[in-house]
């Protein structure tokens, strides 16, 4: 079994890939900025050198919509260089080269970035995970009113699913970028937000909103989802009846 050092290994992702790779027999080394013993900001790049030392994989699951995610690729893959690392996982968004979001750009410069890097690498594109949806419709359920972009669908997909996609990949050879991994079905936005009503017993009325902006043209004509790579197994409904079960 290898030894493979996860980014981002305490969060939403990492934390289940770190498990499945565990379980399968890995050595898992878990790298975030509160995380001992490799409590490593990848911004600033201090302590990053022991993290990778002996590390034959990286599964790069660390990003922040906030900014920073190329700096930090560069910390990385400058100290996986040095270290002789053998593969590096990098797991990306479909649409990152179709919607002109900057997190979207700033992940595709990584992607880049990693096809450059002179190592062993592979690369995963999925749509959005069902977290993601479901912050996104209890943000918009605080208002009387929820708010939807009109004319916008998402093909949401089950984290854990991804998780055990990235541990497989992890586990073997260097393979480029592999096919995209999509949701089981796309899904129109007030779709999608009165599946949570129902699922949370809430009930408001749903006002569609059109947007401007190029991101926004770009998603209404899909640009962010993956239709012929429809994967996923998990639905949007299973997700909120485990967050969310029923009473009685």
Same mark, same amino acid.
């Given at each position: ?5 996860? @980014? ?9 890939? @770190? ?68 593969? =590096? ?32 690498? @592979? ?10 949806? =479901? ?33 497989? =990949? ?40 059109? =947007? ?13 989802? @993956? ?22």
């Amino acid at each position: 079994m290898t030894t493979i050092l996860v @980014t981002g290994g305490t969060g939403t992702l990492g934390r289940l890939v @770190t498990e499945r790779l565990r379980a399968d027999g890995h050595e898992v080394r878990v790298l975030s900025r509160h995380s001992q013993p490799y409590a490593v900001d990848l911004r600033e790049g201090t302590g990053l050198a022991e993290a990778v030392a002996g590390v034959e994989t990286i599964v790069h699951c660390a990003t922040s919509p906030r900014g920073g995610d190329e700096q930090a690729a560069r910390h990385l893959i400058g100290a996986a260089r040095r270290a002789g690392v053998r593969h =590096l996982v990098y797991i990306s968004i479909v649409g990152v080269d179709r919607v002109p979001l900057a997190y979207y750009r700033a992940k595709l410069a990584v992607e880049k970035l990693v096809e450059e890097s002179g190592l062993g690498w @592979t690369l995963l594109r999925t749509t959005q995970f069902h977290d993601l949806i =479901l912050e996104l419709l209890q943000a918009s359920a605080k208002l009387p009113v929820m708010l939807l972009p009109s004319g916008v669908a998402d093909q949401p997909i089950e984290v854990a699913e991804v998780a055990a996609r990235l541990a497989g =990949l992890a586990a073997g050879e260097p393979a480029g970028r592999v096919p995209d991994m999509g949701g089981p079905a796309v899904r129109p936005f007030p779709e999608l937000a009165r599946a949570y009503l129902r699922a949370t017993g809430r009930r408001r009325p749903l006002l569609n909103v059109r =947007l401007a902006g190029r991101s926004y043209r770009a998603m209404r004509a899909g640009g962010h989802l @993956t239709p012929e790579r429809a994967v996923g197994e998990g639905t949007f409904e299973q997700f909120l009846s485990g967050r969310f079960p029923a009473e009685g």
